[in-house]
């Protein structure tokens, strides 16, 4: 693998950001997102992921892919697990750097004392299903035909790491 490094999230990676985002919005089921994203998406990611992590991978001098770990509940209840997201550059699939940013929240979830990572992926989602079995997640809920894309309906599957 080529050189990388992976940070915390910069406000100059919007415009980077946000052509990833709109890729998997425009083109996969990978995103539940309805709209392009824009300014006000990256600005609800950062306030969403203030208080767990919001990373940026580098690769090859460019961003190559993001991940988030965000509040499961606005509960006290569920402080304990938290959201996991991982997008990458369409180039940057398949060369191992999911699993590097994977990594990367893992330590900061346990940094955080988190006890469970949790993962809302749509049915129709094959190669993230694959993605988070391999990184040791199990399917644990899924919510027949809730969503619909492309005209087509999905589950949303929900997929459990415990720490």
Do not use: W
């Not at 990833?20 to 600005?43: L, Q, R, T």
């Not at 892919?65 to 959201?83: E, H, M, N, T, V």
């Amino acid at each position: 693998m080529q050189d990388y490094s992976v940070r915390n999230i910069r406000r100059s990676d919007q415009a980077a950001l946000c052509a990833i985002a709109n890729y998997y919005i425009e083109n996969s089921y990978a995103s539940f997102h309805p709209v392009p994203a824009d300014k006000k998406y990256f600005e609800g990611l950062i306030k969403m992921t203030q208080k767990h992590a919001f990373l940026a991978l580098e690769h090859e001098g460019r961003l190559a892919g993001y991940a988030f770990l965000s509040a499961l509940k606005p509960s006290k209840l569920f402080d304990k697990a938290a959201r996991v997201g991982i997008f990458l550059h369409p180039d940057s699939t398949g060369k191992g750097l999911g699993a590097v940013l994977m990594d990367a929240l893992i330590e900061k979830a346990n940094g955080l004392g988190l006890e469970n990572l949790i993962s809302s992926i749509a049915s129709r989602n094959e190669p993230s299903l694959k993605f988070h079995t391999a990184q040791g997640f199990v399917e644990c809920g899924r919510l027949q035909k809730v969503g619909r894309k492309f005209g087509r309906y999905f589950d949303e599957v929900l997929m459990q790491k415990t720490l």
